[in-house]
């Protein structure tokens, strides 16, 4: 019989097992890896190796399809047949963090490998960071450089080695190495440098890290408010990196999914109640902490003194992490320790949290991509997303593979990335050459427009436009294999089909088409773009409706009024969020991306409904400007931690009450069973659990987020699976 298995089963250790299960059985044949997929020949006993098979399966391997086609082939013996290239769709497994077994590896005194940094075997390490193509094979990834040693050649031929045919092994004689430079760039040595790079962490100084997928600023909890200054991040959360669980235990609650998502292979930042280090995240409830995930982390942790240290991203806000040693000296930070593999896939951590064990991604990337996701169309499409919080999207064979987390399109890097890795992507995972389609978004003005056109111009592909929330709600649709919800598509801003700017939407929609069934009235974002960075402009602008004038007078005041009437407006939940958070004086400015509304993030995890607010609907259209009128009256006098809690709290709930309810009622009277909620506003749990408490009243399902980001990282995959299904043949 001869066996075709599919999905995640290259170079993850899926030949050697298969190897051994066949020797124990006594099974006569062969398996052969062909690219896609591995073919295996056994002359018996078919059942009950499948049935091992799929015990004993390599723990980052997966089989989405076993095909049975009769073969009759005689063998005398069970051997591994070399790779041949196969159909170019294989499945691209993602990076995996050092394994147990490699732990021990690493600090057993007798292994070759004893504090070698980049310790790894067919269950883990770096995949798609330095994948360069498919097949997945040494020579076609960035350990190309690195010649095997005759004692790491012994490991990678023996299929009955942990290492067998484990396409980035080395070991101290034959692999990369780190070095250590200094301030002014100068290479101050190669040996004992984890350990020289930890003395000066220990005293204080401020240190780039190179790491698979890029690289990281590393500093000590205590030097946090030094490197706040110097990095010009204020305010901004920094995600620490723990020894282990136990550690990670003291600065943040968890519960069992929590923990295991920590624990998890792909080792993501997991964002949890803050117990204690306000530093790290100032005004928020919650730190985002994440385990050592290579051995150079792990060797870190047993020189440096303290058991946590700040692990953050070495970017500017938006922009791609860096990845080269020239970009990273550019940063002049005090020491450098850098390896020479290079990276040819940039991938930044990924960050999650959890709601009742559903995974709402802040940040899908390392650990998780290029995660393809079933679709039903097998139409070559390639989606380019939004402005902020790029990905990419590109559908092939039935699957929708997604780039890794790409920045911010207004800064030109960003969008040279954004072409790069689509490209990189399509040519790993493209079966023709051929573009059935490109998407983008509405907004005449981002630039992932410039890589949508240009694709479509280069493969004379027509070139579609899906409406912003349209593309969250069918991202969630998708994400739930479901056809058909009433959402509450809500988030920061996004360009509607009337030219204003959504955010606080109620659509009744499928994959074909949708209807705006209700919304957050209108209010207007004096200059644009300038009222997202102060929120003070939007709480200016809405309380001239009641003639009070608010933190601007005089010339500035006059010339705010006059602009009122010519600028955008704005439906956004996120804006109004912001508008209230400001109000409260819980943060009146922004310094970095949904600052305000995390910070009331905190306010309404502990504020009670005390305060009544009369939402008035008019035809779908949910008057918010008046409660603020409401508001107003309530804040006279003074303004307490716990007043400000519960008026946050009240306002908040009296809001997300009322869209619920228009969504319950609309999809009442269409028979739609389920109510969704979607778009970057949908992190916020307590605003989640507002929802849901009112869902759970209309007996109807509400349905959240598990595998594509809730904000603008899954725009990408909405716009692709909505034209994807319109153009299904
Ligand atoms: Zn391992
Ligand atoms: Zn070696």
């Given at each position: 019989?001869?066996?075709i298995f599919r999905g995640i089963v290259q170079g993850v250790g899926f030949r050697p097992t298969i190897y051994?299960?066949?020797?124990?059985?006594?099974?006569?044949?062969?398996v052969l890896n062909k690219g896609s997929e591995v073919e295996v020949?056994?002359?018996?006993?078919?059942?009950?190796?499948?049935?091992?098979?799929?015990?004993?399966l390599p723990s980052i391997a997966k089989i989405t399809s076993?095909?049975?086609?009769?073969?009759?082939?005689?063998?005398?013996?069970?051997?591994i047949l070399h790779s041949k290239f196969g159909t170019r769709h294989s499945q691209v497994p993602a990076d995996v963090g050092i394994c147990?077994?490699c732990?021990?590896?690493?600090?057993?005194?007798?292994?070759?490998?004893?504090?070698?940094?980049f310790t790894n075997c067919t269950v883990c390490g770096a995949r798609y960071s330095l994948i360069k193509d498919v097949p997945y094979d040494r020579e076609r990834t960035s350990m190309d450089d690195f010649t095997l040693?005759?004692?790491c050649k012994?490991e990678y031929i023996d299929p009955?080695n942990k290492r067998y045919h484990a396409q980035t092994i080395s070991?101290?004689?034959c692999g990369p190495?780190?070095?250590?430079?200094?301030?002014?760039?100068?290479?101050?040595?190669?040996?004992?440098?984890?350990?020289?790079?930890?003395?000066?962490?220990?005293?204080?100084?401020?240190?780039?890290?190179?790491?698979w997928g890029?690289?990281?600023?590393?500093?000590?909890?205590?030097?946090?408010?030094?490197?706040?200054?110097?990095?010009?991040?204020?305010?901004?959360?920094?995600?620490?990196?723990?020894?282990?669980?136990?550690?990670?235990?003291?600065?943040?609650?968890?519960?069992?999914?929590?923990?295991?998502?920590?624990?998890?292979k792909s080792?993501?930042?997991?964002?949890?109640?803050?117990?204690?280090?306000?530093?790290?995240?100032?005004?928020?409830?919650?730190?985002?902490?994440?385990?050592?995930?290579t051995?150079?982390?792990?060797?870190?942790?047993?020189?440096?003194?303290?058991?946590?240290?700040?692990?953050?991203?070495?970017?500017?806000?938006?922009?791609?992490?860096?990845?080269?040693?020239?970009?990273?000296?550019?940063?002049?930070?005090?020491?450098?320790?850098?390896?020479?593999r290079i990276i040819p896939n940039r991938v930044?951590?990924?960050?999650?949290?959890?709601?009742?064990?559903?995974?709402?991604?802040?940040?899908?990337s390392r650990g998780y991509v290029p995660d393809p996701?079933?679709?039903?169309?097998?139409?070559?499409?390639?989606?380019?997303?939004?402005?902020?919080?790029?990905?990419?999207?590109f559908?092939s064979d039935?699957q929708?593979f997604t780039t890794q987390?790409?920045?911010?399109?207004?800064?030109?890097?960003?969008?040279?990335?954004?072409?790069s890795a689509l490209k990189h992507l399509m040519s790993l995972t493209m079966k023709?050459?051929?573009?059935?389609?490109?998407?983008?978004?509405?907004?005449?003005?981002?630039?992932?427009?410039?890589?949508?056109?240009?694709?479509?111009?280069?493969?004379?592909?027509?070139?579609?436009?899906?409406?912003?929330?349209?593309?969250?709600?069918?991202?969630?649709?998708?994400?739930?294999?479901?056809?058909?919800?009433?959402?509450?598509?809500?988030?920061?801003?996004?360009?509607?089909?009337?030219?204003?700017?959504?955010?606080?939407?109620?659509?009744?929609?499928?994959?074909?088409?949708?209807?705006?069934?209700?919304?957050?009235?209108?209010?207007?974002?004096?200059?644009?773009?300038?009222?997202?960075?102060?929120?003070?402009?939007?709480?200016?602008?809405?309380?001239?409706?009641?003639?009070?004038?608010?933190?601007?007078?005089?010339?500035?005041?006059?010339?705010?009024?006059?602009?009122?009437?010519?600028?955008?407006?704005?439906?956004?939940?996120?804006?109004?969020?912001?508008?209230?958070?400001?109000?409260?004086?819980?943060?009146?400015?922004?310094?970095?991306?949904?600052?305000?509304?995390?910070?009331?993030?905190?306010?309404?995890?502990?504020?009670?409904?005390?305060?009544?607010?009369?939402?008035?609907?008019?035809?779908?259209?949910?008057?918010?400007?008046?409660?603020?009128?409401?508001?107003?009256?309530?804040?006279?006098?003074?303004?307490?931690?716990?007043?400000?809690?519960?008026?946050?709290?009240?306002?908040?709930?009296?809001?997300?009450?009322?869209?619920?309810?228009?969504?319950?009622?609309?999809?009442?009277?269409?028979?739609?069973?389920?109510?969704?909620?979607?778009?970057?506003?949908?992190?916020?749990?307590?605003?989640?659990?507002?929802?849901?408490?009112?869902?759970?009243?209309?007996?109807?399902?509400?349905?959240?987020?598990?595998?594509?980001?809730?904000?603008?990282?899954?725009?990408?995959?909405?716009?692709?699976?909505?034209?994807?299904?319109?153009?299904?043949?």
């Open positions: 019989m001869k066996l051994r299960i066949a020797k124990k059985l006594g099974l006569k044949g062969y020949v056994i002359d018996k006993n078919i059942e009950k190796f499948i049935k091992e098979l799929k015990s004993e076993i095909e049975k086609i009769p073969d009759k082939s005689n063998f005398l013996d069970f051997k147990n077994s732990i021990e590896e690493l600090f057993d005194k007798n292994n070759k490998r004893y504090f070698f940094p040693c005759d004692s012994k009955l070991c101290r004689k190495s780190y070095r250590l430079y200094d301030k002014n760039k100068k290479e101050i040595g190669s040996k004992n440098v984890i350990k020289r790079f930890a003395k000066e962490i220990d005293a204080g100084k401020i240190g780039v890290i190179k790491s890029g690289m990281h600023l590393c500093c000590s909890i205590d030097e946090i408010p030094r490197f706040r200054k110097w990095y010009n991040r204020p305010e901004k959360a920094f995600a620490l990196m723990v020894k282990d669980i136990n550690v990670a235990k003291k600065f943040g609650e968890m519960n069992s999914e929590e923990k295991k998502l920590l624990l998890s080792k993501p930042i997991v964002l949890l109640k803050k117990k204690k280090c306000e530093i790290a995240s100032p005004g928020l409830n919650t730190i985002g902490l994440f385990l050592p995930y051995g150079l982390h792990y060797i870190l942790f047993e020189y440096v003194s303290s058991d946590a240290l700040v692990m953050t991203s070495a970017n500017v806000p938006g922009e791609a992490m860096i990845t080269t040693d020239k970009e990273a000296f550019s940063i002049d930070a005090d020491f450098y320790l850098l390896h020479n930044d951590d990924s960050v999650v949290r959890l709601w009742k064990n559903n995974r709402f991604f802040l940040r899908k996701l079933k679709v039903d169309y097998d139409e070559h499409i390639v989606s380019v997303g939004a402005g902020e919080n790029i990905t990419g999207a559908s039935k929708i987390y790409i920045g911010n399109s207004k800064y030109y890097s960003t969008v040279e990335f954004l072409e023709k050459k051929k573009i059935d389609a490109v998407v983008q978004d509405l907004h005449p003005g981002y630039d992932s427009r410039i890589v949508a056109k240009k694709i479509s111009n280069e493969f004379s592909a027509p070139l579609y436009e899906i409406q912003h929330h349209w593309a969250h709600a069918a991202s969630l649709l998708i994400d739930r294999e479901i056809d058909k919800c009433v959402t509450l598509s809500v988030d920061g801003l996004g360009y509607g089909s009337d030219g204003n700017f959504w955010g606080g939407e109620v659509l009744n929609c499928d994959f074909e088409d949708f209807s705006r069934v209700g919304h957050l009235e209108y209010i207007p974002l004096i200059g644009g773009d300038a009222a997202t960075h102060d929120p003070r402009r939007l709480v200016f602008a809405i309380m001239k409706n009641f003639d009070k004038e608010m933190y601007f007078t005089g010339s500035e005041a006059e010339v705010f009024s006059k602009l009122i009437k010519k600028s955008p407006l704005s439906s956004s939940l996120g804006r109004i969020l912001d508008a209230i958070a400001c109000y409260l004086e819980i943060c009146q400015k922004r310094t970095y991306d949904g600052e305000p509304a995390m910070k009331l993030e905190k306010y309404l995890v502990t504020g009670n409904p005390k305060y009544n607010f009369e939402v008035e609907v008019k035809d779908g259209v949910l008057q918010t400007i008046d409660l603020f009128r409401q508001l107003d009256q309530y804040v006279k006098g003074s303004l307490t931690e716990s007043k400000k809690a519960d008026l946050s709290y009240s306002m908040v709930k009296s809001i997300i009450d009322s869209l619920t309810n228009i969504a319950i009622e609309n999809a009442n009277k269409n028979k739609i069973k389920n109510i969704g909620i979607t778009g970057g506003v949908s992190y916020n749990i307590p605003i989640t659990n507002m929802v849901e408490r009112q869902v759970k009243k209309s007996k109807l399902k509400l349905i959240v987020h598990n595998s594509v980001c809730n904000g603008d990282g899954g725009i990408s995959i909405g716009q692709n699976v909505i034209i994807g299904k319109k153009l299904k043949t």
